[in-house]
């Protein structure tokens, strides 16, 4: 029960967590215009993440890199040994988790309805019907001929504004999506939900920020803050150093919380 426990919170992290770029400390970025493009292969970026809950707080940093991207999915990798590689769909919904060798889970849902949302433009909202597994095995296809844990739920995304966002990564432009998760536990039938807002920036195809509330409107609820402190795009060069950047993955820092969940 506390692998399944821990892979749950893990995995609504991660959705949280999807990345961002900069071109150094000082940048500005503008999106042209609200169609998707996707970030490419080698597209990096560091992640400062807050945990609060019940007086109490932790803080510290991690890695995601762009191993793959096609068309409007990309795969990212949590850069540390063994970490998950992660499925995400128009740079807002994470839907598939890999754990190497330990186990897979992945979000049964209609792509078109996210896609719906494009192009963006205040207003705009999308409620997708979602199925959600989780199997210990050491392979895909294991994983998915016996769930270990199974939801069912609903997610409703809402294009809030579009603003100008400053993280330590730079400033961007970027529409402000809030998504709510509502969904129902098989094991025990109990239901729960959760709260996210993410800055999503066009431009690059990824959140630079974003805020998740578990089990809104519970003053004691856990919240978690995620926004980036540093993106690397390939062929982009190092201003302070006249070399192309060259990716160094160093992973989760010494600093982060031991904390299970990755943080959406």
């Known amino acids: 029960m506390k692998n399944k426990t821990g892979w749950r919170n893990r995995i609504i992290g991660l959705g949280l967590a999807a990345a961002a770029l900069s071109l150094g400390s000082a940048a500005t970025l503008h999106a042209e215009d609200s169609a998707y493009m996707a970030p490419p292969k080698g597209f990096q970026v560091t992640w400062k993440r807050v945990i609060r809950e019940g007086g109490r707080s932790s803080s510290g940093t991690l890695v995601h890199a762009v191993t793959s991207s096609k068309g409007d999915e990309v795969v990212y990798k949590v850069v540390e040994p063994g970490g998950d590689e992660v499925r995400l769909l128009r740079g807002i919904f994470s839907y598939a988790f890999w754990r190497p060798n330990q186990g897979w889970a992945e979000y049964k849902f209609d792509k078109e309805a996210i896609r719906g949302l494009w192009p963006l433009k205040v207003g705009k909202e999308a409620v997708v019907k979602m199925q959600f597994g989780f199997g210990l095995a050491k392979t895909e296809d294991a994983a998915r001929k016996k769930w ?46 959760h709260s996210r807002v993410a800055w999503f920036v066009p431009s690059l195809g990824y959140v630079v920020k974003q805020i998740v509330i578990y089990k809104p409107g519970n003053p004691k609820s856990r919240r978690t803050t995620i926004e980036a402190l540093r993106i690397v795009k390939p062929g982009i060069i190092n201003r302070d150093k006249p070399r192309l950047w060259r990716l160094s993955w160093p992973g989760i820092r010494p600093e982060q919380s031991t904390t299970s969940d990755p943080t959406p």
């Open 148 to 193: 270990t844990h199974t939801e069912t739920g609903t997610i409703h995304y809402r294009v809030l504004r579009r603003e100008n966002v400053t993280t330590l990564a730079g400033t961007f432009d970027a529409f402000v999506i809030q998504r709510d998760r509502t969904f129902t536990k098989h094991e025990d039938q109990t239901t729960d939900s």
